[in-house]
């Protein structure tokens, strides 16, 4: 922990010129980039579906860093000495205090509150961008398969005639069945997965600011990220599908 502490007064030190007492808070938002920059491959690789262990990989990665950036925001030594970090402050709020010492330093709309109510609204709007592509995601997921078990019937047919594939392939009932139970899951899940943004809400609300700095940094980034992958995948379909009709 006082290699990440010592990195973090580092880079705050760096940024101290520009951005003088809030310059800690803007280290650990660049370091969270710096961790979310080198966790990118498999975040790239989890959004093709390449191995089911990718999709976890990016998430369970951070949770190590996570428990660091809580630890030291949180500890009043770190290797035996005073741990400098937590004289540090994002505008009136000190990186290590939690929500709950703000609001008896001022109440809801204090100095320290505000910061607390400014670092929600923005979870918060996050979270709402993330519910929202995530119910899109869902209902296009659900269209496709509703379309792939309407198109089922009518490739087991083709497959049965004579000269055509020799006859019915094994599993396109089964294809069709499944895509339909696909596309009641997607449905469900559609409606309750996008909620679970808004619980990052709550863990802000108990960790120290810092450790919420971080969460906001990180929840932003892999929102931004996924729709930068979703855009590229559909550009590229586009452009596949203009080349199949110009050879047409």
């Avoid at 505000?114 to 997921?141: D, E, K, M, P, Q």
């Avoid at 499944?178 to 449905?187: K, T």
């Avoid at 700095?213 to 729709?227: K, P």
């Amino acid at each position: 922990m006082s290699v990440f502490t010592h990195l973090v007064a580092e880079l705050g030190r760096l940024l101290e010129p520009v951005l003088a007492q809030s310059a800690t808070a803007a280290a650990i938002v660049l370091f969270t980039v710096l961790v979310r920059l080198a966790l990118h491959p498999l975040s790239r690789a989890a959004f093709r579906g390449a191995t089911p262990a990718a999709g976890c990989l990016p998430i369970l990665l951070q949770l190590p860093v996570f428990f660091v950036m809580y630890q030291a925001f949180s500890s009043a030594e770190v290797g035996g000495k005073a741990n400098e970090l937590l004289g540090h402050r994002l505008f009136a709020a000190p990186l290590g205090a939690r929500w709950t010492e703000a609001l008896g330093e001022g109440g809801l709309v204090g100095a320290q509150g505000l910061v607390f109510l400014g670092l929600f609204g923005a979870i918060a709007v996050v979270a709402a961008w993330s519910a929202v592509r995530g119910r899109r995601t869902a209902a296009s997921a659900a269209v496709a398969a509703a379309a792939a078990a309407a198109t089922a019937p009518k490739k087991a047919a083709a497959a049965k005639k004579p000269g055509v594939g020799g006859g019915a392939k094994p599993g396109v009932g089964v294809m069709a069945e499944v895509s339909a139970e696909q596309q009641e899951v997607m449905r469900k899940l559609g409606g309750v997965l996008p909620l679970l943004s808004f619980g990052t809400l709550i863990t802000a609300a108990v960790v120290p600011l810092a450790a919420g700095l971080y969460l906001l940094t990180t929840t932003a980034w892999s929102v931004a990220e996924r729709a930068w992958l979703q855009y590229r995948k559909e550009r590229a379909e586009q452009l596949m599908g203009g080349g199949e009709r110009s050879s047409l």
